[in-house]
């Protein structure tokens, strides 16, 4: 089992950049495939970026390609998202999740993760 807890939300100005960090604990975050959704108010959990166990493959939503990267520290099992030239359509809670350790692959569906960090608000002003 792992537990993951998110950092690095807050306010920036539109074309600002924030980089969020998802600590994990108990197994080695190494062991999962992860991701970052995100949630704004009155809509539902949307998908942002994965990453697979090694770190090699990742899988972005189309509305952040481009402008988002998500990254793995083995050494500091650590998740991080970095996001750069952020809009106001890109504020909402952060969530980084962890697929079960059955299964290695890229997973763009929130009930295809298992654990779930408890959320990181990222607020853009316009």
């Known amino acids: 089992q792992v537990q993951l807890v998110e950092s690095g939300g807050g306010l920036v100005q539109a074309g600002g950049s924030l980089r969020l960090s998802c600590a994990a604990s108990?197994?080695?975050?190494?062991?999962?495939?992860m991701g970052w959704f995100r949630q704004a108010p009155g809509k539902e959990r949307e998908f942002v970026a994965a990453?697979?166990?090694?770190?090699?493959?990742?899988y972005y939503a189309d509305s952040v390609k481009g402008r988002f990267t998500i990254s793995r520290d083995s050494a500091k099992n650590t998740l991080y998202l970095q996001m750069n030239s952020l809009k106001p359509e890109d504020a909402a809670v952060y969530y980084c999740?962890?697929?079960?350790?059955?299964?290695?692959?890229?997973?763009?569906?929130?009930?295809?993760?298992?654990?779930w960090g408890q959320g990181t608000q990222v607020t853009v002003s316009s």
């Open positions: 999740a962890a697929r079960s350790r059955l299964f290695s692959s890229i997973a763009t569906m929130w009930v295809d993760y298992e654990y």
């Open positions: 108990g197994r080695t975050s190494s062991s999962y495939a």
């Open positions: 990453i697979v166990r090694n770190g090699i493959n990742t």
